[in-house]
């Protein structure tokens, strides 16, 4: 058996925008969510550094993280990658790798955040959806 999983803890680097793809009425998601690292260089130094993911998430959660998501807040996310292809408008291939969202988790505490919230029961993601942006 193979396994595609991810796990990423970080904040939310936009405010997110949820479009609807019209064929099927599904509520569609696109974010980015920034990891960091701290690390030594080889001189002792403690540097950091920062990892951009492209996160896409559907149905519900699209809706429920367009509403409690905002920019800097911190989250747990979860499920798996999908690398998509295309051609550009010049016919060149491009590619496209993203975190399909199954599951996630706020993490900021209720002070920092409108609200804490654990969904972690609703419809599958399927990979035949066509995304809108």
Known sequence: MD???VMLIGRATNNLQVKTIESSGT???NFTVA???KFKNKDW???EDAEYHRCVAYWKWAEVLWKYLTKWKRV???WRLRTRKWQDSEGNERFS???IVDNFIFLDSKGQSDEYVD???ASPV???EEVPF
């Open 119 to 121: 969904w972690t029961e």
């Open 27 to 29: 509520s569609v998601a």
């Open 35 to 37: 990891t960091n690292r």
């Open 126 to 128: 399927t990979d035949d």
């Open 76 to 78: 747990y996310i979860e």
């Open 97 to 99: 790798t993203e975190v």
């Open 45 to 47: 130094n403690l540097l």
């Open 3 to 5: 396994l595609n999983k």
